[in-house]
């Protein structure tokens, strides 16, 4: 299965059940994976701050508003279980932490993260105080979220994997209309080792 946008957003994605069955066996290919980058240095693969694996699925089986709460919640498990997975792989590279990356509503966006830098890891944590940054003619702004605040969509993480909270983006743009665009990023991590 691969990464597909949604080109066609009147229509209904067709069997959802099979997509999710897919998406369940992320975890078993992650690992494999997870095999081609370590045939690399950390160092050669973006700047060695960090590997990427994005959640493999149809936007419309995750994003508003094909999206049910029970598909974002078998996709949230999903990132999970391929978390995981590259934790406990005997593949995983040494002196990293691996996380979950998971933004809501649009589940699209979602990923596991292998971080070798600690301080860039830090860069995706809430911030105590948001801050809102202008730039042109619009404007971001963050905020920290609670975890009450993923409601039917909390999904149990695994053991040994720590919860770090949720950041709220609010990107204002007046080419994208008169609302500000709105996205959680929560941040789930095992530790560093």
């Known amino acids: 299965m691969s990464r597909r946008l949604d080109l066609f957003p009147s229509k209904k994605l067709r069997n959802p059940g099979r997509h999710l069955r897919q998406l369940a066996r992320w ?13 690399r240095d ?19 089986l995750v ?3 094909h999206a049910t709460v029970e598909t974002q919640r078998a996709c949230m498990a999903s990132i999970f ?5 590259v934790e406990i792989s005997d593949r995983r590279p ?13 589940l ?3 990923e596991v993260t292998v971080f070798f830098d600690e301080d860039y890891f830090r860069t995706f944590l809430p ?11 619009g404007w971001i702004e963050d905020e920290a979220m609670e975890a009450d605040a993923l409601g039917e969509l909390k999904v149990e993480a695994p053991e040994g994997m720590e919860f770090f909270g949720g950041t709220l983006l609010r990107q204002y743009d007046p ?4 609302k500000p665009v709105e996205q959680v990023m929560w941040v789930w991590a095992f530790p560093r080792r």
């Open 94 to 106: 040494a002196n990293c932490r691996v996380a979950c990356l998971v933004s809501t509503p649009s």
């Open 63 to 65: 994003d508003p508003p």
């Open 108 to 110: 699209f966006n979602s």
């Open 42 to 60: 950390p160092e050669a693969h973006l700047g060695g701050r960090f590997w990427n694996f994005k959640v493999p699925v149809f936007q419309k």
């Open 81 to 85: 279980a391929a978390a995981r997975a």
């Open 175 to 178: 080419a994208w209309g008169a």
């Open 27 to 39: 975890p078993e290919r992650i690992v494999g994976e997870l095999e081609a980058f370590g045939e």
């Open 127 to 137: 911030r105590e105080e948001g801050k809102r940054t202008y730039y042109d003619d």
